[in-house]
């Protein structure tokens, strides 16, 4: 290269001219060995495509046929093939059901006879053939069946169900003659152990396509059969297109179409009869080409259907190998080869790029500054990779390179702080914490010395300092709430009172309604002549737009966590308030547990070091803390309440101290009547008051009894089954004045003549409420179960029999009572489990319904053990415990001391009921105390001995 400047050509023209007509040529001559190589690619990529769409078909049309033969051979083996009434065969048809129900390919399950006997239970699905079979409006399932009367003679039934296998209707139906030993699947499957499968065929009741699979049972005596739908092989292969103009229909070897993404087509009807169209029906040509040549073909075949040129292709279906079914594919030629064609172009956009970059290349080599373009060059490639940590920039004395490589750098801190603000706005869920992320991060982009937000107070119509960064000048509140956007930024100059330039920009939410504004404090690089540039103008409206988008909904979700959170504290108040046996019980209990998780989080060794909880794991936590007896809402209060044995609404004391009465005025009348009559005065004057001091004190016991102070022993029932056999006449209908309920369980009990001789005390049949269709699914083998529950419940609801809660051993609940009661941890995870809380909080149920279970297995409602509880749920355990035991608010009982509550729990720990690691954190640190100083009274407040306590738990 000449040193002295000529009049020739530049030698950074020259280097570009070259390197921009030498890639130019290169990238022509790659891009069209590109594309032909590309075209052959996709042909055989076609091919392959087709081979394992094939796979695919045949795998789901297996997967769609496989649970049927299963389900199939089991019911070989049912005995449902040796009823030999139809009474019994129905009393299999919640199997049959269950069968058809598992299986949504399954149209209907049937069971014929050698005798020519008949059974078909079928879904009634579709409003065409429910109309078509006239079905009752609830009807579920239609029951067909053939069978012998006495005299010999086939009588054919129709009997239609509702969803719970309730009979809606029945009737004999002479019109419907049906002989399945006439039927080719029936003798079929007599002569073979496997399963029939028959050919595709439309079903004449519900006008699907389908096949009709046949199993002869197990003793021989009967063959069953399911009717398989194949209609969603038609949406496999609407969905396994190649492209939008893509054909593709499943057909048999005879041409006939079993699938297509349009039904209508493929179903023909002939008078009263259906029957597959065949593929020269269908009315796609390209389809009907390639089923002309035979199958077996290496590879696509280009075809000329129409003027218009397309691959075909034809891939058997291994799992109809009987049934010779293939899947046919025809793909226009124009779309299978577009990717080539865009490659092509994009090859020629790519091309031209990379010579617009190497002529810049050739330019600055040209001028010697090759080396400080490749340093910056390659710190470009880092953005263009995402990476926007490194510094951008390069040492240079020409101008030029220098101005780019200050350029470059700001634009990687302004893409970086970008970068940072979109974190902030979509991760930061705290609205304070956002809003200073986002300051800081636009107050360095925008190189300013400062900024501020402020958020409008709806209280005081003020606006409020939310967040600032750089300047400290900033005020506390402004009065700019009414300003609108024309004088903003006039406003707030003169509020800050200050010699530098800011911008203002209203933050509004999605209803233009005034969240707050944002205040830059500009930099002299963003004003012309004391004017904010536009560019930057516009930038800074756009983003505060989002930013307002970001504030406007984390208030929103700020808002209604805090109604959240009052709703589930009013509800906790409610049920505290609704009886004086609860107290403040759902108040402290979240407390006490929210302190013995702090300190389980809080520990740095033993067990528990290594366990962590997020914030929406601690939120869960403090939600199901507040929820954890709103199934009490559900329980009864008066039986909550109970304080007699015989106390329902009110207390039956009342009704027997009146019998007394009765008795008493009845030896009374005795009296009078044995004088009357002649008797001996004083003789009579002893027996009356023999009987007066009888009745007295058997009332005294039967009160005393009826408090339930004390335990009852074996000769204290047997006293009140002696009182119970006394008698009085009762003259008046016991059925006058009675609720529908009352009257109802009198309904099955024969009405006596007046007057009637009744017993004292009396357990009678009214007296027991059955639970009906209120029967709560605790039972293990409850289908309604879902929700793991293993409890026994009682046989009755209610018993108010009076002998029967006289005789309650301690206390004063009854079984009925007791499991009532305990019945509110599962309404508490029924009630909980319909709730459609959001994913991080799908535990609150399950955290809510477990303070009752216990270490070894024995609590309820789920009887689970210390492997399936968690250390949130052991948490709510002890927490629950230890309130009930120390609660001072209770009528029924006196408050325990600390001491006396602690003694209690350490025996609960050694007996395996409570996790004793726990425990022994919730003495050592202090816990119990603290909740005591906070919660209980001065005198619970005594001596704890830690250590005796801890000594005892030795080896738990």
């Not at 065969?89 to 005798?115: C, D, F, I, K, Q």
């Not at 002989?179 to 003798?187: A, I, V």
């Not at 805090?562 to 504290?569: A, C, F, V, Y």
């Not at 050592?924 to 005591?932: A, D, I, L, Q, W």
């Amino acid at each position: 290269m000449n040193d002295r400047p000529t009049r020739g050509i530049s030698l950074q023209l020259l280097i570009a001219l070259a390197i921009m007509l030498s890639t130019l040529l290169l990238g022509a001559a790659l891009a069209l060995q590109g594309y032909f190589g590309i075209q052959r690619t996709l042909v055989v990529a076609a091919g392959d495509s087709a081979q394992q769409f094939g796979k695919t078909i045949n795998e789901r049309a297996r997967r769609l046929i496989d649970p049927v033969q299963s389900s199939i051979r089991l019911l070989a083996y049912e005995s449902l093939s040796s009823a030999t009434t139809l009474a019994e065969r129905l009393e299999r048809l919640p199997l049959l059901v269950e069968t058809l129900n598992s299986n949504h390919m399954l149209s209907a399950v049937y069971v014929g006879y050698r005798n020519g006997e008949f059974l078909l239970v079928r879904r009634l699905r579709e409003a065409d053939v429910r109309q078509r079979l006239a079905a009752p409006a609830d009807a579920e399932f239609l029951v067909q069946s053939q069978s012998l009367d006495q005299a010999g003679r086939m009588v054919g039934e129709w009997r239609f169900y509702d969803a719970d296998l309730i009979q809606l209707s029945a009737e004999v139906r002479p019109d419907y003659q049906y002989d399945p030993r006439t039927r080719p699947w029936f003798d079929e499957a007599l002569a073979q152990a496997e399963t029939v499968l028959t050919h595709p065929y439309v079903f004449f009741t519900t006008r699907e396509i389908g096949l009709t699979l046949a199993q002869r049972s197990a003793d021989g005596r009967a063959v069953i059969g399911m009717d398989a739908s194949v209609d969603d092989l038609g949406g496999e292969v609407q969905d396994l297109r190649m492209t939008t103009g893509t054909e593709m229909a499943v057909v048999d070897g005879a041409g006939r179409v079993v699938a297509y993404p349009d039904l209508q087509r493929v179903i023909v009807g002939e008078g009263e009869e259906l029957r597959l169209s065949h593929i020269g029906e269908l009315g796609v040509a390209s389809l009907e080409r390639v089923f002309a040549d035979p199958p077996g073909a290496d590879g696509p075949r280009r075809y000329l259907v129409g003027g218009e040129e397309w691959y075909g292709m034809q891939t058997p279906l291994s799992s109809f190998a009987d049934q010779d079914l293939r899947v046919l594919i025809a793909v226009p030629a124009r779309e299978l080869l577009a990717g080539a064609r865009q490659v092509l172009y994009e090859q020629a956009l790519w091309a031209m790029l990379l010579i617009a970059l190497l002529l810049l290349i050739g330019w600055a080599l040209g001028q010697r500054i090759g080396q400080p373009l490749r340093i910056l060059a390659d710190q470009v490639r880092g953005l263009a990779g995402y990476d926007f940590s490194r510094d951008v920039g390069v040492a240079s004395r020409v101008t030029e390179v220098g101005e780019l490589s200050r350029v470059l750098g700001r634009m990687s801190r302004t893409i970086h702080n970008f970068q940072a603000m979109t974190l902030t706005l979509s991760r930061e869920t705290h609205l304070e914490s956002m809003l200073g992320g986002v300051l800081e991060r636009l107050v360095e982009a925008t190189g300013g010395a400062g900024g501020a937000v402020y958020l409008h107070d709806h209280a005081t119509d003020s606006l409020g300092l939310a967040a600032q960064y750089g300047s400290q000048g900033f005020p506390r509140c402004l009065e700019l709430a009414a300003c609108g956007p024309e004088s903003l930024a006039e406003a707030v100059n003169q509020a800050l009172q200050s010699q530098a330039h800011y911008l203002a920009v209203a933050l509004n939410d999605r209803s233009h309604e005034r969240l707050g504004i944002l205040v830059l404090q500009l930099a002299a690089e963003h004003e012309a002549g004391g004017v904010v540039q536009q560019p930057f103008r516009r930038f800074v409206d756009e983003l505060s737009g989002a930013a307002a988008v970001a504030i406007e909904t984390r208030q929103l979700l700020e808002a209604q966590r805090r109604l959240l959170d009052s709703i589930i504290k009013l509800l906790a108040d409610a049920i505290d308030a609704k009886s004086p046996y609860t107290g403040g019980h759902c108040e402290r209990v979240p407390q006490l547990a929210q302190m013995l998780l702090d300190k389980v989080l809080a520990a740095d060794s033993g067990p528990y070091a290594d366990f962590r909880m997020d914030e929406n794991e601690l939120y869960e936590f403090h939600i199901a803390a507040w929820l954890h007896d709103c199934g009490k809402i559900t329980s009864p209060e008066y039986v909550v309440d109970k304080a007699t044995k015989l106390e329902t609404l009110y207390n039956r004391i009342h009704e027997i101290r009146t019998r007394f009465e009765v008795l008493w005025r009845d030896a009374e009348l005795d009296y009078w009547q044995g004088l009357a009559g002649g008797g001996d005065r004083q003789a009579l004057a002893q027996v009356l008051e023999q009987r007066r001091r009888e009745l007295q004190e058997d009332f005294a016991f039967v009160a005393n009894a009826n408090i339930g102070g004390e335990s009852m022993s074996d000769a204290d029932i047997e006293r009140l089954r002696r009182i119970a056999e006394r008698r009085w006449w009762r003259h008046f209908d016991d059925r006058l004045g009675l609720s529908h309920e009352e009257a109802e369980r009198l309904a099955g009990v024969p009405v006596q003549p007046l007057p009637v001789e009744e017993r004292l005390l009396a357990d009678r049949p009214e007296h027991l409420v059955p639970w009906g269709e209120r029967k709560p699914p605790v039972a293990r083998d409850d289908p309604r179960n879902v929700w793991g529950f293993d409890m026994q419940a009682p046989e009755h609801a209610y018993n108010y029999g009076e002998l029967y809660n006289l005789s309650i051993r301690r206390g004063t609940l009854n079984a009925e009572e007791r499991f009532k009661i305990n019945e509110h941890i599962v309404q508490t995870i029924i009630m909980l489990s319909t709730l459609p809380f959001p994913r991080q909080l799908r535990k609150v149920p399950t955290l809510a319904g477990s303070h009752h279970e216990k270490m070894d297995g024995t609590g309820y409602p789920r009887r689970i053990g210390a492997e399936a509880m968690s250390i949130p749920e052991r948490v709510m355990a002890i927490a629950d415990i230890f309130e009930a035991l120390t609660a001072a608010d209770r009528p029924y009982k006196a408050p325990k001391t600390l001491s006396e509550s602690i003694r209690i729990l350490a025996a609960m720990a050694r007996d395996g009921h409570i996790d004793p690691q726990l425990f022994r954190l919730f003495l050592t640190s202090g816990v119990y105390r603290e909740y005591g100083e906070r919660f209980l009274r001065r005198e619970q407040l005594d001596e704890v001995d830690v250590d005796g306590v801890l000594a005892q738990l030795e080896g738990c």
